[in-house]
């Protein structure tokens, strides 16, 4: 589904080269976790997939579904099924929560070709999807994660993410910040979409978020690549003994 | 006082606003310009709208949001003017 051949990515403003040949292949119905130490390029790798400004993609290429990721808008990349749940969800001032999601849902439908969900039919999905995730009614008229706490920001990109329905789903730390209940609900969240067309790549840190979410396949990043890939037990072995003993096995 | 500077074509069509939440009392005269959020506008691209469709919904956020905050006979007549002022520049 998701494929990132050798890919080499610097900084536009500056000649600094931050991801250094990554290989990853992410197949319909399986979660990927990468995991691995701060600044080796793991929300920049998420970045560059969803097509954010200000990096230079100098060798390799990230296809889905055999299309050319690197080709498209950043919408484009959306409407074609990639979805990003951010590591620092973005504040929007004066805009529902619930117009954004409206606006973008729509957005993507228009993109493919589908007529518009209707205000009632959008509204059921809504209360639906954020009982589910116990977001309130008050945290859907209120502008876009403004003033919300850290987890709270959390659990909103799990909602968008249930309502546009992705088939390739990247969570950037998606658990860090969130209590053990509120772990459990996004886990809850992301396992009701687990299903044989789509595939997740989940950034984490702590094993914790795996035991909730188990990942088929468990890959390392540092200093830019990918050094290391093993199954949910890789997983463990960070947990345990941190970066060192793979590092040094690796280098 | 602050603006927003709306797409890279029309700097002529900035939105007036007053920093009325500002609890400093030092008042700044010089008149900033910032354009409309790059991190905000990624967002939303994210999320699926399109460029144009992605400053609209910033644009008019920024905009309540700042209308928001004035006494009420101000925020009437400034509704007027920023919609007489956006209409051609956005869509
Ligand atoms: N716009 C930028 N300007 C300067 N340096 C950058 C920029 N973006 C990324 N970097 C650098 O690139 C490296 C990788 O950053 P990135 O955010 O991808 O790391 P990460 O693996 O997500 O780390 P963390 O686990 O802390 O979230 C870091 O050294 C970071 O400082
Ligand atoms: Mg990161």
């Keep these: ?251 | 006082m602050r603006q927003l500077l709306i797409g890279d074509k029309c700097g002529a069509h900035t939105v007036p606003y007053i920093e009325v939440k500002n609890n400093s009392s030092r008042v700044e005269h010089e008149a900033t310009t910032s354009k409309v959020d790059e991190d905000q506008l990624f967002y939303c691209r994210q999320r699926g709208m399109d460029e144009e469709e992605a400053v609209a919904l910033v644009v008019n956020g920024f905009c309540k949001d700042v209308l928001q905050a004035l006494p009420m006979e101000f925020a009437m007549e400034a509704q007027q003017l920023v919609a007489i002022s956006l209409e051609g520049s956005v869509g």
């Design chain 1, 1 to 251: 589904m998701l494929e990132i051949k050798n890919l080499h990515v610097k900084l536009e403003e500056e000649e600094k080269q931050i991801l250094k040949g990554v290989d990853l292949t992410v197949e319909a119905g399986k979660v990927h976790a990468i995991m691995g130490p701060n600044g080796s390029g793991k929300s920049t790798l998420s970045y560059v997939l969803s097509g954010r400004d200000g990096y230079e993609v100098t060798e390799g290429s990230a296809t889905l579904d055999g299309a050319d990721l690197l080709e498209m808008e950043p919408e484009e990349r959306a409407a074609a099924g990639l979805f990003l749940a951010f590591q620092y969800p973005v504040e929007i001032p004066g805009v529902g929560n619930m117009t954004f999601l409206r606006t973008a849902v729509n957005a993507q439908r228009k993109a493919r070709g589908e007529e518009e969900l209707s205000a009632a039919d959008f509204l059921k999905l809504v209360r639906e999807k954020a009982k589910s995730l116990k977001i309130d009614a008050d945290m859907l008229k209120r502008p876009v994660n403004v003033g919300f706490s850290g987890g709270e920001k959390k659990r909103n990109e799990i909602l968008q993410m249930a309502m546009l329905e992705p088939k390739m789903c990247i969570l950037d730390e998606t658990d860090s910040g969130l209590d053990v209940d509120a772990m459990k609900l996004v886990a809850e969240g992301v396992n009701a979409l687990r299903d044989e067309g789509r595939g997740f790549l989940v950034i984490t840190h702590y094993q914790r978020l795996l035991d909730h979410i188990k990942p088929d396949v468990v890959h390392i990043m540092a200093d830019g690549r990918i050094v290391k890939t093993g199954g949910p037990e890789l997983a463990l072995e960070v947990e345990n003994n941190g970066y060192t003993d793979i590092l040094a096995e690796v280098n």
